[in-house]
């Protein structure tokens, strides 16, 4: 139940198109979904992050949709650029809990010129 | 400031012996967090610290696996008796205590256990 599943778990696009990373989760308890972008050798980054009270959250080329009666959650990046290529984690986590992030097992993203 | 900074970047051990893994948080967080990256795998939750408290040590693999955070500030993460399944890169993450949902990680220790 405290599993979060990701998919793909590879993604190739083409420069300019849209890429959609998709994560399913099974705790209703989780009430805040962020995304992480990690490069070769980097940390993950926080990139954008939602809460269930919204079913939409857009920061520049990339948007958050939530569906909470599917208890599913994907981001689309538009626009793709190959400076996208990276593995993109998806996370789940409850407030007021310690804060530890449930992580998808990642998808890595390449975005051909 | 600096962000979370770790050291070494890289470990090679043999199996059978003990390792430290050393993380410095941004200064001023007083939330940290170990996870643990296999390969191809996602990142799995360690420990938890507030503070110099570990109230959620609930994903540490076995009683191998230990750490400590000393003046609010650097944590150390030790593992005893090496195996070859320890094998992986060990990320550190802080957070303010009031935005603990905005972690911020480290460039990770990757150790390789021979």
């Known amino acids: 139940q405290q599993q979060v599943k990701q998919s793909p778990q590879s993604l190739i696009v083409q420069k300019g198109g849209i890429s959609i990373i998709n994560c399913a989760y099974e705790?209703?308890?989780?009430?805040?979904f962020p995304w992480y972008q990690q490069f070769p050798g980097k940390g993950p980054a926080l990139l954008i992050a939602?809460?269930?009270?919204?079913s939409e959250k857009k920061e520049g080329r990339f948007t958050i949709s939530f569906n909470k009666s599917a208890k599913q959650f994907s981001l689309h990046i538009m626009d793709s650029q190959p400076g996208d290529s990276a593995t993109y984690f998806c996370?789940?986590?409850?407030?007021?809990?310690?804060?530890?992030?449930?992580f998808g097992q990642g998808t890595t993203l390449q975005v051909k010129p | 400031g600096a962000g979370v900074s770790q050291s070494p970047s890289n470990k090679v051990t043999e199996k059978g012996k003990d390792v430290e893994l050393r993380c410095d948080p941004i200064?001023?967080?007083?939330?940290l967090y170990w996870y643990r990256q296999s390969l191809g795998q996602g990142l799995e939750f360690l420990i938890y610290f507030q503070g110099n408290s570990a109230p959620d040590k609930s994903g540490l693999p076995s009683d191998r696996f230990s750490a400590e955070r000393t003046g609010g500030s650097v944590s150390t993460l030790t593992i005893q008796r090496t195996q070859q399944e320890d094998s992986a890169v060990y990320l550190c993450?802080?957070?303010?205590?009031?935005?603990?949902?905005?972690?911020?990680f480290g460039p990770g220790t990757r150790l390789t256990v021979t």
């Open positions: 996370a789940a986590s409850i407030t007021g809990n310690t804060g530890k992030l449930i």
């Open positions: 993450a802080s957070s303010l205590g009031r935005q603990w949902y905005e972690q911020y």
């Open positions: 200064s001023g967080h007083t939330a």
């Open positions: 705790n209703t308890a989780f009430d805040y």
């Open positions: 939602i809460r269930p009270d919204v």
